[in-house]
């Protein structure tokens, strides 16, 4: 889950090196779990 104080980092990830590894901590996971399930593994509440 992405909290308040990443959300700007997230939004501009080419704005600065650590926006964009700050971004990619999120991205590199998902698409992981979408190449080897077909609906990834994510679990959230809501």
């Known amino acids: 889950m992405v909290g308040r104080a990443a959300l700007g980092a997230l939004l501009k990830p080419f704005a600065s090196a650590a926006n964009f590894k700050a971004r990619m901590r999120v ?4 698409l992981r779990d979408r190449l080897g399930h077909r609906r990834g593994t994510r679990l959230l509440m809501g």
């Not at 991205?27 to 998902?30: A, I």
């Open 27 to 30: 991205v590199l996971p998902h």
